[in-house]
């Protein structure tokens, strides 16, 4: 409860997408503790209630709550709009919002394919195109991406849409990374290996709707730390990369797994 325990992102204004739950809430819960000005943005109203619960925890908060959708370029560009206007610039973009559906390649509709293109590409492609002018009014900015281990380093079966569509987030990255160097904006994306949000607790019931809970044990079994994320340590990365204290980090990759991409092989060692 209370205080800003450090104000490493003090008098910086953050934007975050897919703020309602899971690994958003998470980043929103850490920039508040680090004394960020927060606009958090979601499909879902339920965000009100989880900046209310945020601001319970850190009451000198400054939050506001859209409800938006990413895929729509509108909407994103009047999130970010309203986020200026209520703070006076935007300095981090947490470009977190991301959709996930297994099935089989061969039963993939192109329905469910253009749903993660439309939520999971270009929802990012708008959010930036959305703050980057702000940020290039006010001489700089932070953006972080969601992209994923899963499509640019391992994928399991059932995951082409959500592989290709996290895959091509680190493409994006690197693109304006190098784009946008030289006037101060940095990119960089994370790839996080698993975290217990409620993304996963539905990929856990697509794989073994009989036993979705051994199907979250087996992901733990196969981490070298033996545990998922939880939401705030991948808050924690997205603050260091939208802080200053991450000021000559461009164009990054950012591994966050517990050793999961590690393993060469599941026999072979001395443990
Ligand atoms: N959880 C993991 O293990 C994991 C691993 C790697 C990458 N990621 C990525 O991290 C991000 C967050 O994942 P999560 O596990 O918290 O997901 P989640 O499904 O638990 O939460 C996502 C949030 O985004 C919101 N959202 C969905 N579509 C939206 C849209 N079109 N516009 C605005 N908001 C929208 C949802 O309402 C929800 O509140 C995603 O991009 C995901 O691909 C997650």
């Not at 998470?26 to 339920?46: F, H, Q, R, T, W």
């Not at 925890?57 to 986020?83: E, F, G, Y």
């Not at 959500?162 to 493409?171: D, H, I, S």
């Not at 950012?254 to 393993?263: A, E, F, Y």
């Amino acid at each position: 409860m209370g205080q800003h325990i450090q104000g490493k992102l003090e008098g910086k204004t953050a934007i975050i997408t897919g703020a309602a739950a899971g690994l958003g809430e998470g980043i929103a819960e850490v920039y508040a503790k680090y004394g960020a000005n927060i606009c958090m943005v979601d499909l879902s109203p339920d965000v009100e209630h989880t900046a209310a619960r945020i601001r319970g925890l850190h009451p000198d908060a400054r939050i506001i709550t859209i409800t938006a959708n990413v895929a729509d370029k509108a909407q994103m560009i009047d999130a970010a709009k309203r986020t200026a206007d209520t703070f006076g610039t935007i300095d981090i973009a947490c470009c977190n919002a991301g959709v996930c559906r297994l099935a089989p390649f061969e039963d993939m509709t192109d329905e469910m394919r253009d749903f993660h293109i439309d939520v999971n590409i270009k929802g990012v492609w708008n959010s930036c195109q959305a703050v980057i002018p702000y940020m290039l009014a006010n001489g700089g900015g932070s953006i972080v991406i969601a992209s994923s281990v899963t499509g640019d380093i391992v994928a399991d079966a059932g995951e082409a849409a959500y592989a290709m569509t996290k895959a091509a987030l680190v493409g994006l990255t690197k693109c304006l990374a190098v784009e946008y160097a030289d006037r101060h904006i940095r990119v960089n994306c994370s790839q996080l290996g698993y975290a217990r949000t409620p993304m996963v607790e539905k990929m856990a019931i697509e794989s073994n709707p009989a036993d979705p809970e051994s199907a979250i044990r087996d992901i733990a079994a196969g981490v070298p730390m033996k545990r998922l994320a939880k939401p705030t340590e991948v808050g924690e990365l997205f603050a260091f990369l939208g802080s200053d204290e991450s000021s000559y980090i461009t164009g990054a990759q950012m591994v966050i797994d517990g050793g999961s991409t590690l393993p060469e092989t599941m026999s072979i060692g001395t443990n």
